[in-house]
């Protein structure tokens, strides 16, 4: 499925919220970002699903290795998800996400687009700037 989107550009990646927003799947992602920057076009949202979760990213490195490859770390909440602050999506744009909605509209303009995706997928396209197959980066 991931190949053949692999043509579509992204502008925004976001990991996290009350959906995949565990420990587990921001190590997943900083096994794909570590030592590598995000994409120049491309904006990281990551969001640790609570604030436990976002002590342990702390604690135990791996927000350091989120924020050094371009990340944006928030903190705890529903971020674009919900459609009604941080990280909403302009006309037009295109985000890849971990979260579990994709309805039209559901992270701002009606005309952008959102593709789900694993936590790893997010990462991924979040270097290349189009959705992108981990296995290839």
Known sequence: ???ELKDVKVDQAFIGS???GRVE???IATEILKGKRVHRGVR???IPASQKVWLELAHNGLADILIESGGIICNPNCGPCFGA???MLAPGEVCISSSN???Q????AETSKIYLASPATVAASALTGFITDPREV
Do not use: A, K, P, W
Request: aromatic share 10%.
């Open 85 to 87: 602050h941080m990280g």
């Open 44 to 46: 990281l949202i990551l």
């Open 18 to 20: 009350c959906t995949n």
């Open 25 to 27: 799947d921001f190590q």
């Open 1 to 3: 499925m991931v190949s």
């Open 105 to 108: 509209g559901r992270m701002g």
């Open 101 to 103: 909605r994709n309805f």
